[in-house]
């Protein structure tokens, strides 16, 4: 597609609910990235994949959160058991570019909250 | 501790103002990034510097990599409505990149 798309666009959740989060990046980008945005900060780096291969996932900020990248295109951030504090945007972004160098081209993000 | 640092945090000017914002590090970067992002969308990229002391125009906005590539400025001259939002500076250090929290910029019509 033109750009980063991520689905769904906003979920609720309860607390304790799985979730799972979907990006497709564009078409041909060699690299994707997940960032955790909090209300009025900056993202955070959560994970980076070169093709299907997770190189850092160092921002994961528990082991309830997992993503993955099976055939190096479509990736899905899961997490498991939410809790109120995982309520952010998740934005992804893709870059044609190996190297982090370069800018990225970020998806709309999926609005995450936890109740 | 925040490695990168922007100021000021919030900004509200009046249209047709000049205007700098500003992100400082002690660490030193192999390229820095812009970007401004609208409420409800992703962050999009206006630009990147990569050497030290460069300077780059992208119409009524001045970005500017520090000679240490430890820090970046960013003027916009004559500001608009359509230039409210949040802009966000972020630094590739160490294989990742890194972002400031963002300066929220306002123009007053």
């Known amino acids: 597609g033109a750009g980063v798309s991520q689905s769904p666009r906003y979920k609720v959740a309860k607390r304790g609910q799985d979730v799972a989060l979907r990006c497709d990046p564009i078409s041909g980008h060699v690299s994707l990235f997940w960032y955790q945005q909090a209300l009025g900060q900056g993202p955070e780096f959560l994970t980076y994949?070169?093709?299907?291969?997770?190189?850092?996932k160092s921002g994961l900020p528990s082991d309830r959160f997992f993503a993955e990248r099976p055939e190096g295109s479509v990736s899905t951030l899961k997490i498991q058991r939410t809790q109120q504090e995982d309520s952010a945007v998740y934005l992804c972004a893709s870059s044609a570019y190996r190297e982090r160098y370069y800018g990225y081209t970020f998806g709309s993000g999926t609005r995450l909250t936890v109740v | 501790t925040q490695l990168l640092e922007q100021s000021p945090q919030f900004l509200s000017i009046q249209e047709g103002e000049n205007l700098t914002v500003y992100c400082n590090s002690s660490s030193v970067f192999s390229s820095l990034q812009w970007y401004r992002q609208e409420p409800g969308e992703g962050p999009v990229l206006l630009v990147t510097?990569?050497?030290?002391?460069e300077v780059k125009k992208l119409k009524r906005l001045t970005f500017q990599f520090g000679d240490a590539r430890k820090d970046s400025s960013l003027h916009i001259t004559a500001a608009q409505p359509g230039d409210t939002g949040l802009y966000l500076c972020?630094?590739?250090?160490?294989?990742?990149?890194?972002f400031g929290k963002g300066t929220r910029l306002h123009i007053l019509p």
């Open positions: 994949f070169q093709n299907e291969a997770q190189l850092d």
């Open positions: 510097v990569v050497t030290g002391g």
């Open positions: 972020a630094g590739a250090k160490d294989d990742k990149i890194i």
